[in-house]
């Protein structure tokens, strides 16, 4: 598979129905096993994954995990009906979902309530975990699904952040960025400097889109 273009008008991306995702309560509890909850950013390690052995030789013990970590502003914006991100520590600029069908979705005029964002992409890093702080301490979401490449749309749950704390994820959680509740967010990222990325285009491969909501009423406690 070829790696996705991430910058696109959405009315090239078809019609397609939609598979609501569930929205939980990030707690300590229920973060467990995709990642943590963080309080201090100034002081959180990004965990950095060893390079995998290729045959029978063992890598060498203090090598293959040396890249370190990388930060920046990962920015997040609504134009209309389509949410764009920027993450300046890996110069990405992304289309990340839209909040109508993306045959009707427009950018100059918000035409529908933004009630959820629909998500066409999903990926993982092998090499290192991954650090959302949000800088505006505004509420926010994050979809994500445990590793294993046989990802399903079954498998992915959104977490509803209320802003105050972040996110940390472990390596090899499938994510797609981060998504703010309101027009615009900043957030400090931190992750492997590597940036080894697999991807899943979500429409192509199941035929939906991942429907994720941004209303705080959504979500269902565990």
């Given amino acids: 598979m070829n790696a ?3 910058i696109f008008e959405a009315s ?4 397609l129905p939609w598979h609501e995702v ?3 309560r990030a707690t300590d509890a229920s973060v467990n096993g995709y990642g943590c909850l963080v309080d201090d950013p100034d002081s959180f390690e990004i965990e950095i994954a060893r390079w995998p052995q290729q045959g029978w030789r063992p890598i060498d013990e203090g090598t293959g995990d040396e890249g ?3 930060e920046g502003t990962f920015k997040c914006d609504w134009q209309g009906d389509v949410l764009y991100g ?12 839209w909040s109508a069908d993306p045959q009707q979705a427009q950018t100059d005029q918000q035409t529908a309530p933004r009630d959820q964002v629909l998500l066409w992409h999903m990926n993982y890093h092998p090499d290192g975990g991954q650090m959302f702080w949000p800088l505006d301490n505004k509420p926010f979401i994050v979809p994500a699904a445990l590793p294993g490449d046989n990802l399903t749309p079954d498998k992915v749950v959104a977490f509803w952040c209320d802003g105050s704390r972040g996110l940390y994820i472990h390596p090899g959680i499938w994510h797609e960025g981060i998504f703010p509740v309101e ?3 900043r957030f400090l990222d931190r992750q492997g400097r590597v940036h080894a990325r ?3 285009d979500i429409g192509t491969e199941f035929g939906v889109y991942l429907a994720c909501p941004l209303r705080e009423d959504r979500i269902k406690d565990l």
């Fill in 86 to 97: 920027e993450n300046e520590a890996v110069k990405g600029h992304y289309v990340l979902g």
């Fill in 4 to 6: 996705p273009e991430y």
């Fill in 12 to 15: 090239t991306k078809p019609s």
């Fill in 68 to 70: 370190g970590w990388v």
């Fill in 183 to 185: 027009d615009n967010q």
């Fill in 22 to 24: 569930p929205l939980i």
């Fill in 198 to 200: 697999v991807s899943a």
